[in-house]
């Protein structure tokens, strides 16, 4: 149930349900399901970059500078919004981003390279979230809604992956009747948020713009506890994950630890708070991202480090030389490991790699931050990791060895340093004590060329003879001394 056609003025349509099917046997309704979050134990960081897969800036055809992302009501349901000022999309290209494993981007001979190479990144992501979506999209000539929804599936009770796409005139606002367009305008009224065309039309007046997209995702997935699996209440301008998990809440040394943790600062705030992950999300930022009304704040952490080192790798497998920098957290030294982008989009953060990784009381590497763009890895399908190839094994093995040379130069740099401020130290605390020896040598001298005049006026009412005199003058030189003593010799 689908319209297709480059143009909204379709000349020739057809019904189509679209299918996936693997080594002969037909996924049906458990393609929804799935969970994008391959790694159960990093289960928290990789719901928190969701959001972030659903707008791939850096994907070629995109050209959008700005992105919005929010979290709207509509109709009493909570939702997630994603809005940019792109260019947009045809009926066809749209079906085509709604299908299951299609994708054109290994086709792509722009300077600009995509990231993603499955075509499902879209899909995976949106339907992690919430089980229901529509896509408002419109080009300049064209404007088309397309719903991928679970809700619907099971309601008709589908055996395959069915989505409506229902195509309008951008000019007139009238629906490009083919022969299942009314058919699928027809079943998004009936199963989405939205009961008439007008309310669909003021969702695609929102788009700023002649041009853009826009997706709304509803029935935000929730824990066991029926709470959401995103906290949208603690910070009003961030989304975050909450502190305590429903698989945890049996566990209270689990809920516990972690808050520890959290409250201390050991875990970076990108792994629980998305306004952080987008900040340092691109390598060079192209697109400005306006999170809950307020803009995110771009970070380059190269540029963030302190004691920075650049160095150069020379992969085996191709003909290229990738520039690593090296440095320290200069705010948390908790915080350290591999920084991996792959073509300015981060894959990886923290990735430790050799001293970090050795289990030593030593604590080797504690603080250092590495920089790469690994655009000759293969990132996983949530582009939150990397196939673990040969290339990816040997990269770290590289990746190890060159950050191993930058800890032990920047450890003998530190030791020369401290060695050098002890030698100071001493010298400083040699040449005090050489001169107060000398100033108790010249007080002395000058004592003895002034004789009487250096002793308190009463001294002289007391009859001390002579030679007392001169026997104390001898022993004690100094004035303070004389008087004290002058009385007990005299007596």
């Known amino acids: 149930m689908w319209s297709a056609g480059c143009e909204c003025h379709v000349t ?95 086709s792509s001979k722009s300077s600009h390279q ?18 229901d979506a529509l896509i408002f999209t419109k080009n300049g000539g064209c404007q088309s809604v397309g719903m991928l929804s679970q809700s619907f599936l099971q309601a008709i009770k589908a055996q395959a992956v069915i989505v409506p796409i229902a195509p309008f005139n951008q000019q007139t606002k009238t629906l490009v009747v083919t022969e299942d367009s009314e058919a699928s305008l027809r079943a998004i009224l009936k199963y989405s948020l939205f009961q008439s065309i007008s309310e669909l039309q003021e969702q695609l007046d929102s788009i700023q713009g002649k041009k853009g ?119 948390n030294k908790e915080h350290y490991g591999i920084m991996m982008y792959h073509k300015n989009r981060l894959i990886k953060a923290h990735q430790k790699v050799g001293c970090q990784i050795k289990l030593s009381g030593q604590r080797s590497g504690v603080g250092v931050i590495g920089v790469i763009e690994c655009n000759f890895l293969k990132p996983a399908h949530n582009k939150q990791d990397f196939e673990y190839t040969k290339e990816y094994r040997l990269t770290l093995a590289a990746l190890g060895l060159k950050l191993n040379d930058y800890w032990r130069e920047k450890k003998e740099k530190k030791a020369k340093e401290r060695a050098f401020q002890a030698l100071e130290r001493k010298s400083k605390e040699g040449d005090t004590e050489e001169t107060e020896e000398e100033d108790d040598e010249e007080e002395e001298e000058e004592e003895e060329e002034e004789g009487y ?27 303070s001394k004389m008087a004290r003593i002058a009385p007990w010799v005299c007596g």
């Open 213 to 331: 997209t826009k997706i709304l995702i509803w029935n935000i997935r929730r824990n066991k506890d029926g709470k959401p699996e995103f906290d949208f209440d603690t910070d009003a301008e961030d989304i975050r994950l909450p502190e305590i998990r429903s698989e945890e809440t049996q566990a209270k040394w689990r809920r516990d630890y972690y808050k520890q943790r959290r409250d201390s600062n050991d875990v970076p705030e990108m792994e629980f708070s998305l306004r952080a992950y987008l900040s340092i999300l691109y390598l060079k930022p192209r697109i400005q991202i306006v999170l809950r009304q307020k803009k995110v704040q771009t970070k380059l952490i190269s540029k963030s480090l302190s004691m920075i080192e650049n160095d150069v790798y020379k992969p085996q497998f191709i003909n290229e030389r990738v520039k690593i920098t090296f440095g320290f957290n200069r705010k």
């Open 114 to 131: 995509p990231i993603g190479v499955y075509g499902n990144g879209f899909k995976s992501g949106s339907m992690r979230l919430g089980r």
């Open 12 to 106: 020739h349509t057809h019904t189509h349900t679209h299918t996936h099917t693997e080594g002969g046997r037909m996924n049906h309704l458990h393609l929804f399901s799935y969970d994008v979050c391959l790694n159960p134990h990093d289960g928290e960081t990789e719901r928190t970059r969701d959001p972030a897969e659903l707008y791939n800036a850096s994907d070629p055809g995109v050209t959008a500078k700005n992105i919005w992302i929010d979290v709207v009501t509509v109709r009493e349901q909570l939702c997630l919004s994603f809005m940019d000022n792109g260019s947009g999309m045809t009926p066809n290209k749209l079906h085509k981003m709604l299908s299951f494993g299609f994708t054109e981007k290994g």
């Open 453 to 479: 005049d250096c002793f308190p006026p009463k001294l002289f009412t007391q009859q001390c003879c002579r030679t007392c005199f001169v026997l104390l003058v001898r022993v004690y030189p100094s004035a």
